[in-house]
């Protein structure tokens, strides 16, 4: 069964700076999807970005980008010029290649948006 | 134009009691989901239909039981309710061609 790990419950950054929030997987299957969502306190789950594992070019967003690391199955969030509309948690997914699948989340990664 | 809309939005009920959850997509898309989000914010699917069809069933107790009338509704019903469904519950769907999932605003579920 694949796993999904984000090794940092909370993370914090000031207004316009970087930050990088880690996500780790573990699969044995060679196509799959890897998803970032994000869940303000409103609640609402809201899709920040997308890579298919069969890609080499790292997703871009806007300000948000991933650092996809196939082997190492590493999927890493980059936020630049962070906003206070930032403030979320951060939930990374895997899902599998095939219809019908389910994602498979991590724990999440609360982020804290300073002024 | 809700694409997944949820009803309803708060439920606060006694434990015993039974209760639904009614979910609705205007995508067109023939996957829904049942996700159950706990306390520690911990995401985890319970169901999945495919054009009416239970294709996941992730050990979820039998007093939880989905129905489906047709792909657009995925509905959520729990019978004899308990302390520990105190939760919130996304529905959410996507297309066979494996984009990504769209969720509800969620269903917070409060057992008293």
């Known amino acids: 069964a694949q796993t999904v790990t984000q090794s940092q419950p909370e993370m914090s950054v000031q207004e316009a700076e970087t930050v990088t929030l880690s996500c780790t997987y573990d699969?044995?299957?060679?196509?799959?999807?890897l998803f970032w969502y994000k869940q303000p306190p409103s609640r609402q789950m809201i899709l920040v970005i997308r890579?298919?594992?069969?890609?080499?070019q790292n997703a871009t967003e806007n300000r948000f980008s991933v650092n996809f690391q196939k082997a190492a199955k590493s999927f890493s969030l980059k936020i630049s010029d962070s906003q206070l509309g930032d403030a979320a948690m951060y939930f990374c997914?895997?899902?599998?290649?095939?219809?019908?699948?389910?994602?498979?989340f991590g724990k999440g990664t609360k982020l804290t948006v300073n002024p | 134009d809700t694409a997944v809309s949820q009803t309803p939005k708060y439920l606060v009920t006694q434990m015993g009691n039974d209760k639904s959850i009614k979910c609705e997509q205007n995508?067109?898309?023939?996957?829904m989901y049942w996700y159950k989000q706990d306390s520690k914010k911990f995401l985890k699917i319970m169901f999945s239909?495919?054009?009416?069809?239970?294709?996941i069933n992730e050990t979820v107790p039998n007093r939880f039981s989905p129905k489906s009338p047709d792909k657009a509704h995925l509905n959520l019903h729990i019978n004899s309710l308990e302390l520990g469904d105190s939760a919130v519950y996304f529905c959410?769907?996507?297309?066979?061609?494996?984009?990504?999932?769209?969720f509800g605003q969620g269903t917070r579920l409060t057992v008293v």
């Open positions: 959410a769907s996507s297309p066979l061609e494996n984009t990504e999932a769209f």
């Open positions: 699969t044995s299957e060679s196509d799959y999807y």
């Open positions: 890579q298919e594992a069969y890609k080499q």
């Open positions: 997914a895997y899902r599998s290649f095939g219809g019908s699948e389910k994602l498979v």
């Open positions: 995508l067109g898309h023939d996957t």
């Open positions: 239909y495919n054009n009416k069809e239970l294709i």
